[in-house]
């Protein structure tokens, strides 16, 4: 039980960041429901990506031409380069700090002389993550029932709380995967590097098969193809299958974190 | 029952080495110095000792339990006080002290006392430990060590940046702790201190324990360096005495170096008039060159 300070030092430590990130986020959703249905913007971007190279669209998936080019536009929003910037640099950052960062400065001197296991820290800068990324996917859906409930907006939510659910796997995934680099770090600079890295390296992988349209089976083994909320929400992916495959990334980058951290010197 | 008992405990980092072969035996109340220069492999036994690094080969007890099995356990009763103290920069001194005392979910009886006597108020403890001093830092780190009355404290180099006011205060608490059958591995490289406070001394260096003693015996067989100019020129064949041994003497200069008891040479000194005379306190340096010869 009294690993539970350790938890609650974390959150006493982002507190600031967690409450700026999570009025962003609820924010920016609401202005994309302004943008997609209620401002000329939104009309504004479809003629504008109707005049975009074909690769390119394929990359937004987004649909122009019909009447589900809003949804679409609202549903990418939760994936919109910023939020994943944003909600990427939030977990990288957790892992790296407790981790690297502790290992680093040799604060795990005094912690781990408590009765506090080495598998405690982990899972609890795990836990920590998971809550964050909870508590970010609610802001952003809140801002979507926002939007609804402001400008009447017609819309079916359980599509988007499923998108947002989906989301809330997918970032866990790469919250764990950011973990595990921080078990094999010993500074919280090299750490973060590693994690941007592979996200980078993820999301080129993605970007490159999705626009190459002959390379597109290829996609399915990109991680980013888990996340691609448009499609979630006009049923093109199920979901359920997309949340599982970044469930087990999640629980295998996790599990093998651990197994790293209680084997190595600090 | 031991405190601390290892058997052949080694440390490698790749080919490069940490400690090798150490067999410690601590009992209960007892202060145990762990003496040796840089490097030598102090830092490298708190580790292993508290866990934060895997050992090559052996195995240790703390409190006769085994560390694989009955580690949380251990914890329980276990406090330690890093060396090159670095801290939860971005925290107040008292967030850090009730975090510390409420992570290892036991009461801190021993917090106010400690304060007072190291003299940290609530405005130093209301600051973020960022601000604080070298000083400072350290006696936040032993307070947090020792508000929870631990039976086994591991200091590394627990004086490192005290003035002179407070390392007597931390040598009080020791005292006061190994009276009340506590347990302290105290490492250090200030052989004055160690001699003062312990009870008995391991040397090591270049990973190895060289030599297990009582502070004692350790004392008497250090060895001391003494400069003396006297007011008149002296005869240097007056001084040679199998009691201690001639290093220089030069006019009115003598140097010689002295192990045990000094009386005999302070009663033949008497016999002079003396102008000057330095007796710095002894080098760790020149205390190993004994224990090699």
């Known amino acids: 039980m009294n690993s539970w300070y350790h938890i609650k030092k974390i959150f006493h430590d982002q507190k600031l960041m967690v409450a700026i990130l999570f009025v962003f986020l609820m924010f920016f959703q609401f202005m994309f429901s302004w943008i997609a249905f209620e401002s000329a913007m939104g009309a504004m971007l479809e003629t504008y990506i109707q005049f975009l190279p074909k690769m390119i669209v394929n990359l937004l998936e987004l649909q122009t031409g019909g009447p589900a080019f809003a949804s679409q536009m609202l549903a990418f929003g939760y994936s919109h380069p910023l939020i994943l910037t944003a909600v990427f640099a939030m977990l990288i950052n957790l892992a790296a700090r407790y981790i690297a960062g502790e290992s680093e400065n040799h604060t795990f001197d005094l912690l781990l002389v408590r009765p506090v296991s080495r598998t405690r820290i982990v899972s609890n800068v795990f836990l920590v993550q998971l809550s964050v990324t909870a508590l970010l996917s609610i802001s952003m859906f809140a801002g979507t029932v926002l939007g609804k409930i402001i400008f009447d907006i017609n819309i079916a939510l359980s599509r988007y709380a499923l998108a947002v659910l989906t989301g809330f796997f997918f970032f866990n ?18 750490a973060v590097a590693r994690s941007v890295g592979l996200i980078v390296f993820l999301f080129f992988y993605h970007t490159i098969f999705k626009m190459w ?10 991680y980013f193809q888990i996340y691609v909320p448009g499609r979630i929400v006009g049923g093109l992916d199920d979901w359920r299958v997309k949340s599982l495959i970044a469930a087990l990334v999640t629980i295998a980058c996790f599990l093998a974190a651990v197994h790293r951290f209680r084997y190595r010197d600090l | 029952m031991y405190s601390i008992e290892t058997s052949d405990l080694t440390k490698y980092y790749g080919p490069t080495r940490g400690i090798e072969n150490l067999n410690l035996q601590i009992k209960s109340g007892e202060i145990y110095g762990f003496l040796g220069p840089n490097g030598a492999g102090k830092s490298t036994t708190i580790r292993l000792l508290l866990k934060l690094l895997l050992p090559t080969r052996g195995t240790f007890r703390i409190f006769g339990k085994d560390t694989q099995k009955k580690w ?17 920069e971005d925290i107040s001194g008292a967030y850090f002290l ?18 007072e006597a190291f003299r940290l108020s609530s405005s130093d403890l209301q600051r973020k430990i960022k601000y604080y001093s070298r000083g400072m830092k350290q006696k936040l780190a032993i307070i947090q060590a020792m508000q929870d009355n631990p039976q086994l404290l591991i200091m590394d180099e627990p004086s490192e940046g005290l003035d002179p006011l407070n390392k007597e205060v931390l040598y009080e608490f020791l005292r006061r702790f190994r009276n009340e059958g506590k347990t302290i591995f105290f490492s250090s490289h200030n052989l004055p201190e160690v001699e003062k406070i312990c009870d008995r001394v391991g040397l090591v260096r270049d990973g190895k324990l060289i030599t297990e003693e009582p502070v004692g015996e350790f004392s008497r067989k250090t060895i001391r360096k003494m400069t003396i100019r006297f007011r008149r020129k002296i005869n240097c064949t007056e001084f040679d005495s199998a009691r201690w041994t001639v290093v220089e003497c030069i006019d009115r200069n003598l140097t010689l170096l002295v192990s045990g008891d000094i009386n005999p040479l302070l009663k033949k000194l008497s016999e002079y008039e003396i102008e000057n005379l330095i007796f710095p306190e002894p080098s760790l340096e020149e205390t190993f060159m004994k224990y090699y010869n």
Do not use: C, H, Q, W
């Open chain 1, 173 to 190: 995934g790469i919250g764990s995967m950011a973990l595990l680099i921080s078990t094999y770090s010993f500074e919280k600079g090299k």
């Open chain 1, 213 to 222: 349209t002959s390379m597109n089976d290829l996609l399915y083994i990109s």
């Open chain 2, 72 to 88: 949380k356990e251990i914890t329980g009763n276990l406090s330690n006080v890093p060396g090159e103290i670095k801290m939860y």
């Open chain 2, 98 to 115: 009730n975090f510390m005392s409420r992570l290892s979910g036991k009461p801190a009886p021993l917090k106010p006392e400690l304060l």
